[in-house]
């Protein structure tokens, strides 16, 4: 079936420094959403990304999706406090009605 | 709105009890999911809906049931609970066109079970 696996699992950070996660599909997705999970809450949607290697950005966060539709990636510059939380992406693959989650990178900010 | 709702909160069950987890969402969205998720995990897909009648198995279906008879509202139910399901459970709901939309998820529940 279907997976999607997410590195790094964890990542502290020095406040300004720069933080990417990555995340990479088994099958080729039709479109992949990134989430945000601050601690203790539920997961929020950041974004979704369609087209083969479509770059999106929102402030400090840039989202990339790869030419083959199979990996993405986000980045986020110079990182703030407000930035902790675990980052998820989630893709469809074609054919299916199906979301599936990535493992998630846990990112933490130290001041 | 109130978005998607879930309920309990919280719950402690005892191995072999039985319970539903409520979910129910205010925004006329077809699809509703249901994921579970452990620490280092990340969220799996237990069961899911494209609307009312119709519901199909995730990644983790065993141990679960569902149920979609109205748009609104997706329960799950734990049939003889087992303490490999102390888990965090949220319910999800979004616009479904064939493709997937924004996910809004609910709260969550917080289940151990003993």
């Known amino acids: 079936g279907q997976q999607v696996m997410q590195i790094p699992q964890y990542q502290h950070v020095q406040e300004g420094e720069d933080f990417t996660t990555y995340c990479n599909s088994s099958t080729t997705l039709s479109n992949i959403q990134w989430y945000k999970q601050r601690p203790g809450g539920h997961p929020v949607f950041l974004i979704q990304?369609?087209?083969?290697?479509e770059v999106k950005k929102q402030k400090r966060l840039t989202f990339q999706f790869g030419e083959a539709k199979k990996n993405s990636s986000l980045h986020i510059t110079a990182t703030q406090t407000t930035d902790v939380g675990t980052y998820f992406c989630a893709g469809q693959s074609y054919n299916t009605d199906k979301l599936i989650f990535g493992t998630g990178t846990r990112l933490q900010v130290f001041p | 709105n109130a978005g998607v709702t879930q309920t309990p909160k919280f719950q402690v069950l005892k191995t072999g009890q039985s319970m539903t987890l409520q979910c129910a969402q205010d925004m006329n969205h077809e699809y509703m999911s249901w994921y579970r998720q452990d620490p280092g995990m990340g969220l799996r897909l237990i069961h899911y809906?494209?609307?009312?009648?119709?519901?199909d198995q995730g990644e983790v279906p065993n141990g679960y049931n569902v149920s979609r008879s109205t748009t609104e509202d997706f329960p799950l139910r734990l049939l003889s609970a087992a303490p490999s399901q102390t888990s965090v459970y949220f319910c999800a709901s979004s616009y479904w066109g064939g493709s997937l939309d924004t996910q809004y998820f609910g709260p969550g529940t917080r289940l151990t079970v003993l």
């Open positions: 809906s494209v609307g009312a009648g119709i519901t």
């Open positions: 990304l369609v087209k083969s290697g």
